[in-house]
Structure formats: structure tokens, C-alpha cells
């Protein structure tokens, strides 16, 4: 992952944050030649875990198939050039992309992946809507998609009397 910038939150919800554990949500999903508009299923990107998680990057990895559902060699060059996604906050109601994008205009060139200079906060019961495209002519595309970042631990109230 990226660096991290120099100065972290230190509170969340009034709480001081006293240990970040690395932590990812990913997701895979085949998606038929030419297909449009298919959506990862729900669950897939839904934080289900009591502790708030920092998403700082989203990795998107993608894989041509053959008739038999078997990687065709390494993908070939530029196959970002050949699916699109389009992600939205589930519980938040907001897009983060405008439309349906290339991935690879998403992607640093340095980390292939996509940083998010400021960390998106999920809380249990939140989560993104991804949907994809496939542009490819003849082949089934694997798309593999992981949100990493961080749980948040929080120090408890203390209980002074």
C-alpha cells in the first residue's frame, strides 16, 4: 500500500484510536463478454465487522478466461483498457466515481492500484455498490477487487468514579 501521509487522526467519535489493524475486503466476480452493468453481489463489499475500517486504496486486478473458465496465459497488456467499474457509498448515497470509468484511469502507475489520499471511513452495516463492464468481444473477464486499509481500535471510556 502506499504511504500513509505523516499525521494520522487520532480520535474517532470522541474516542482516542489506539491500534490500526491492516485489514482488506475483496471481491471476485466473472463477467460475461460484453456484459454491462453487473453488479458485485451484495454482501461482497457490505463491513459486517463491530470495528470501523480506514479504506485507503483499492486494488483492481483483471483476468481474460477462456471457454473453460481458465486464465488465458498472463493478462494480456492494456487489459485494463477493457473493464470498467463504477463504485458508490452503499449507506452514504454518494458516487465515487461519476460514471462507469476505465480502470486503468484509475490506477497510480506506482502502486496499480488506486490511493485515496484521505481514508473513507465504513461503519458495520456500510459498504460500496460496484458494477462492472466487460469490453472484451469474446472472452469472460475475472474481476478481482480489494478495498485495504485499516480497523480502528478504539480505547474504551474509562470508568472512573
Do not use: C
Not at 44 to 58: A, C, I, K
Not at 126 to 142: K, M, P, Q, Y
Amino acid at each position: 500500500m502506499h504511504d500513509m501521509p505523516y499525521k494520522l487522526p487520532t480520535h474517532y467519535a470522541n474516542k482516542r484510536i489506539k491500534l490500526r489493524v491492516p485489514y482488506s475486503m475483496p471481491g471476485l466476480l466473472d463477467i460475461p463478454a460484453q456484459g454491462a452493468g453487473i453488479e458485485f453481489p451484495d454482501s461482497t463489499f457490505l463491513h459486517s465487522v463491530e470495528l470501523p475500517f480506514e479504506v485507503w486504496d483499492m486494488q483492481m486486478h483483471g483476468a481474460q478466461l477462456d471457454g473453460n473458465n481458465i486464465p488465458i496465459a498472463a493478462p494480456a497488456p492494456g487489459i485494463d483498457w477493457f473493464w470498467s467499474i463504477r463504485v458508490q457509498a452503499l449507506s452514504k448515497n454518494q458516487a465515487i466515481t461519476k460514471n462507469t470509468q476505465l480502470v486503468q484511469s484509475l490506477k497510480d502507475r506506482d502502486t496499480e492500484g488506486w490511493y485515496w489520499r484521505q481514508p473513507w471511513l465504513l461503519e458495520r452495516a456500510e459498504g460500496f455498490i460496484v458494477s462492472t463492464d466487460n469490453a472484451l468481444a469474446n472472452n469472460v473477464l475475472r474481476a478481482s477487487i480489494t478495498f485495504r486499509g485499516f480497523l480502528v481500535v478504539l480505547d474504551v471510556p474509562s470508568e472512573t468514579r
